[in-house]
């Protein structure tokens, strides 16, 4: 199997488990809770990373990826990230309100999401910069 798709595929798989690793943590007074990525759109983040893997694995294995499937490639793992990079930017309008507010003193942002968005972005490099023959 090609180098690139060998990278495509690990990184894929590195994506969906960020998935099921902690995205945000929210402090309140008394309580801190945490949520992972199938508790925000992580079903649909899994479906884009599977897409990357099935479009990775067709045709011949021991040559490079075909342009269709690059580009499919690179839409799906872009995509991904921007959904967790929108999703975490646009965090702190769901609880602005006067009970959210008064209850929310401190949210952070997990491990998961830092995993995903190097994972999503590590993607596209690794089918630029792996495209001659190994």
Known sequence: M?????LVISLSFLGIISVFLPWLSF???LLEYSE???ERNGWFIIF?????IILSIL????HTIGVGFKAGIILCSILACSIVIID???LNNETDNLVGNFLKTSTSVGVGVYLLIISGLSIP???LLFRNKL
């Open 2 to 6: 090609h180098i690139q798709r060998i």
């Open 27 to 29: 402090e309140s007074l």
């Open 36 to 38: 992972n990525g199938l």
């Open 48 to 52: 884009l990373f599977a897409l990357c």
């Open 59 to 62: 045709k011949d294995l021991n």
């Open 88 to 90: 975490v930017l646009t």
């Open 125 to 127: 490099l690794v089918i």
